[in-house]
């Protein structure tokens, strides 16, 4: 189910690269396994998927030690400060800051682990109240205060979009994620690259190709639905 759920995602993601006349290289696909069993992420894994995302510390943890170690993880989920140290050894890049305070708290711990960690500034797109992540005008100011802090690289901004039935209604959102960091990469600020933009979940990730992903976060459409009870 898992393999064939993979499949079918794999012929979207390639007709909407077709579509924006994208490389599908150019494209990654993370798959979101919060919530699943390790069975689950393991048939991921033996279909040939390498990138999983999580939301919380405590499930990357659990889950690492039971499977194979070239998975890259990506933190995808709002974190604490204080859990930051966990993820030194187990993820490959932190999607989720929002503040300078949370930055400078990587920053440490990277520093400490000897390595440096990849991060994505979180926009909320829309402004929604429910949600996570920066305005757009407070972006270019924290890329400025952060860029200068050892044991981090800032690679680019993530965002995720209202959840909608029409995905077209988050084309603009999309789009305008992609302007900022167009803007924000003509400032060449030292330490500071704009390849990497993280939008597209289950709902809308076709449309986030066309407009520029170069990560999508699909977990529903792979995995189904999630459980939360549990
Ligand atoms: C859960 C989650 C996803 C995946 O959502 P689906 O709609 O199940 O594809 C993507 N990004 C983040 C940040 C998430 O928390």
């Known amino acids: 189910m898992i393999a064939e759920n993979i499949h079918s995602v794999e012929t979207r993601i390639q ?8 490389s ?8 979101v396994t919060k919530t699943m069993p390790v069975e689950d992420l393991q048939e991921a894994y033996d279909a040939g998927q390498r990138s999983f995302g999580e939301n919380r510390v405590q499930e990357i943890n659990d889950k690492f030690p039971q499977l194979p170690s ?6 995808i989920g709002h974190l604490q400060r204080n ?8 993820a490959v890049m932190i999607h989720s ?4 305070s949370l930055a400078a708290a990587i920053s440490k711990e990277a520093v400490k682990a000897g390595r440096v960690m990849d991060i994505l500034l979180e926009v909320n797109a829309a402004g929604e109240e429910s949600k996570f992540g920066l305005g757009y005008g407070d972006v270019l100011p924290l890329v400025k205060e952060i860029s200068t802090l050892p044991g981090i690289h800032i690679c680019g901004l993530m ?15 999309f789009k305008k994620l992609r302007e900022l960091s167009v803007d924000i990469d003509r400032q060449s600020i030292d330490n500071v690259s704009m390849n990497i933009l993280s939008m597209g979940m ?8 066309e407009e520029g992903a170069t990560h999508i976060r699909v977990g529903t459409a792979i995995f189904g639905k999630r459980n939360y009870a549990i």
């Open 70 to 75: 070239d998975i890259q993880w990506h933190m």
């Open 97 to 100: 800051v929002d503040s300078a």
């Open 202 to 209: 289950t709902g809308d990730f076709e449309v986030a190709i």
């Open 83 to 90: 859990k930051v140290k966990y993820l030194m050894d187990k």
């Open 24 to 31: 599908r290289s150019d494209v990654t696909l993370i798959c």
């Open 15 to 22: 007709a909407a690269c077709d579509r924006a006349g994208r």
């Open 159 to 173: 965002t995720v979009a209202p959840y909608t039935d029409d995905p077209e209604t988050n084309r603009i959102f």
